[in-house]
């Protein structure tokens, strides 16, 4: 699944995108050895739980805004922003608004805990 050297593409369809937690859910875009994009929507007053990982982690507001806790750092970060989280640091994420946010995140390396939801490539 994670072949680095080989193109592939990935169609949205309703079996890839999981239900984590209430109000939030989220679909593997696209995935290879180097690194994993995903899209999140996280309903209005959300909260996605403090949390760390060994990954790299990029993202973009697409919709949506939120108060990020990174490290000691609180972030208001709305459509739009974008943002970097360097391996180990914790972060936490509470949505607000009346509006559903929609974020997308890039890790790297390839994030081996998601592999079971991602889907095979269409292409």
């Known amino acids: ?6 193109s592939s593409f990935w169609h949205d369809k309703p079996e890839a995108w999981h239900e984590i937690s209430p109000g939030v ?10 690194g994993t994009m995903v ?13 760390n990982h060994p990954h790299a982690q ?16 609180i972030w208001d970060l709305k459509t739009g ?12 994420l509470k949505t607000d608004g009346e509006k559903t946010s929609v974020i997308m995140d890039f890790f ?4 081996e805990d998601f592999l ?8």
């Open 58 to 73: 990029y993202g973009i507001f697409i919709e949506g805004s939120g108060k990020f806790k990174v490290g000691d750092s």
């Open 25 to 34: 859910k989220r679909r593997m875009v696209a995935h290879s050895s180097t």
């Open 116 to 123: 079971a939801e991602c889907l095979e490539a269409d292409g």
């Open 81 to 92: 922003d974008s943002y970097y989280i360097p391996p180990g640091v914790f972060h936490e």
């Open 1 to 6: 699944m994670g072949n680095y050297s080989k």
């Open 108 to 111: 790297t390396p390839e994030r």
């Open 39 to 51: 899209l999140y929507r996280i309903e209005a007053g959300k909260t996605f739980p403090l949390h």
